[in-house]
């Protein structure tokens, strides 16, 4: 029996970037018309690798810098949200080249907070597994705060919950603009053993 779900649903690529380099900050994104994806994630990505050096988001697990399965090879953001954070930060638009953005979609409400292990499938058979949800940073805020001075310190705050996710590639394949990736969740009830957490002695 299956133990992921298929939704019905589906969102669609508006948008796809890569940031080549971290020569500078703030991001310096660059958008693409399509996106061929390895094992790797997307080569010319500064996110690309199957392992990683572990950054402040594992701190409680790893020393900085241990080398990992790298889950975040790609950094997937939804049009609606993006719209919802230029609107409070009182701007028209946020340009995902700002974000670091891989991948902006627009069709599936809450995005932010899929299920990890969540699926998008394009209609070949592309697959990205949802790893976490990606927490703000300085680096946005810093790019937005260039290009409209007085609009990026509130980026942090405004932006909590509405970041998007991270992802990894389970089949590798090619994006394309306009293309349906296709969501699929896990099935499993949520967690309740959150009230009782477990302290290390």
Same mark, same amino acid.
């Not at 133990?3 to 669609?12: E, F, H, I, N």
């Not at 996106?35 to 996110?47: I, K």
């Given at each position: 029996?299956?133990?992921?779900? %298929?939704? *019905?649903?589906?969102?669609?690529?508006?948008?796809?970037?890569?940031?080549?380099?971290?020569?500078?900050? $703030?991001?310096?994104?660059? !958008?693409? %018309?399509?996106?061929?994806?390895?094992?790797?994630?997307?080569?010319?990505? @500064?996110?690309?690798?199957?392992?990683?050096?572990?950054?402040?988001?594992?701190?409680?697990?790893?020393?900085? *810098?241990?080398?990992?399965?790298?889950?975040?090879?790609?950094?997937?953001?939804?049009?609606?949200?993006?719209?919802?954070?230029?609107? %409070?930060?009182?701007?028209?638009?946020? %340009?995902?080249?700002?974000?670091?953005?891989?991948? @902006? @979609?627009?069709?599936?409400?809450?995005?932010?907070?899929?299920? $990890?292990?969540?699926?998008?499938?394009?209609?070949?058979g592309t697959t990205l597994t949802v790893d976490l949800l990606n927490g703000p940073c300085q680096f946005p805020?810093?790019?937005?705060?260039?290009?409209?001075?007085?609009?990026?310190?509130?980026?942090?705050?405004?932006?909590?919950?509405?970041?998007?996710?991270?992802?990894w590639v389970e089949r590798p394949g090619r994006l394309r603009i306009g293309d349906a990736l296709r969501l699929?969740?896990?099935?499993?009830?949520?967690?309740?053993?959150? !009230?009782?957490?477990?302290?290390?002695?």
């Open positions: 029996m299956p133990t992921l779900v %298929d939704t *019905g649903l589906a969102a669609r690529i508006t948008w796809l970037g890569t940031v080549p380099n971290r020569d500078r900050a $703030p991001i310096d994104g660059v !958008a693409l %018309d399509e996106m061929t994806l390895g094992w790797e994630g997307y080569a010319a990505e @500064v996110h690309a690798g199957l392992t990683r050096p572990s950054c402040s988001r594992v701190k409680n697990l790893y020393p900085r *810098g241990t080398e990992i399965r790298n889950t975040r090879q790609l950094s997937i953001l939804s049009a609606e949200e993006l719209a919802g954070i230029a609107a %409070d930060l009182d701007l028209d638009a946020i %340009d995902p080249r700002w974000l670091g953005a891989s991948v @902006v @979609v627009e069709g599936l409400r809450d995005f932010t907070h899929l299920p $990890p292990s969540s699926r998008l499938q394009s209609e070949d805020a810093m790019s937005i705060e260039e290009a409209h001075p007085g609009h990026g310190k509130a980026f942090k705050r405004v932006a909590e919950g509405r970041r998007g996710v991270v992802a699929f969740v896990p099935e499993q009830r949520a967690w309740t053993g959150q !009230a009782a957490p477990v302290m290390a002695e």
